[in-house]
């Protein structure tokens, strides 16, 4: 769909206000094609009035709004891809910060179980890694049923 002639279409046709209420639910580049078509019909009606449209200081605001609004989309695009970016690497810390606390588990465990030198620090480790879990919603019994 070419929304630029749409747009005109509908300036047109005195239903662009219907065409607003629908575009209001669309992506940014509906609205900016909505502000450049505005300003294609406000140039023709400048033209057709035998005015400069460059003296035309509703345009030239609207022209300034138009490039402000594109460098929004820019900024927003870099914000959304940054974002996917730290949540891909939050994913990824969250998965070592996993592996680091079930090795660290596996380990305690099995000081214990073997009775190896520091079995009794282990267990005092064992007891706060638990108390831990408890308190932040993550305990499982079954990864420590071997000392419990």
Not at 6 to 35: A, G, R, V
Not at 87 to 101: F, M, N, P, V
Not at 104 to 118: D, G, L
């Amino acid at each position: 769909m070419n929304y630029h002639l749409e747009i005109i279409k509908h300036f047109e046709n005195d239903t662009f206000d219907l065409f607003m209420q629908w575009s209001q639910m669309q992506e940014d580049t509906i609205q900016l094609e909505i502000m450049k078509a505005m300003q294609d019909v406000f140039t023709e009606m400048n033209i057709i009035h035998g005015k400069d449209p460059k003296e035309d200081e509703s345009l030239q605001i609207l022209i300034a709004k138009t490039a402000n609004f594109e460098e929004m989309m820019k900024e927003k695009k870099k914000a959304k891809e940054l974002t996917n970016e730290l949540e891909a690497q939050k994913t990824i810390i969250g998965k070592r910060i996993e592996d680091h606390i079930e090795f660290t588990r596996e380990y305690v465990i099995e000081a214990i179980v073997n009775n190896m030198h520091h079995a009794t620090e282990m267990q005092e480790e064992a007891d706060r890694m638990i108390e831990f879990e408890k308190k932040i919603g993550t305990f499982d019994f079954n990864n420590w049923k071997e000392i419990l």
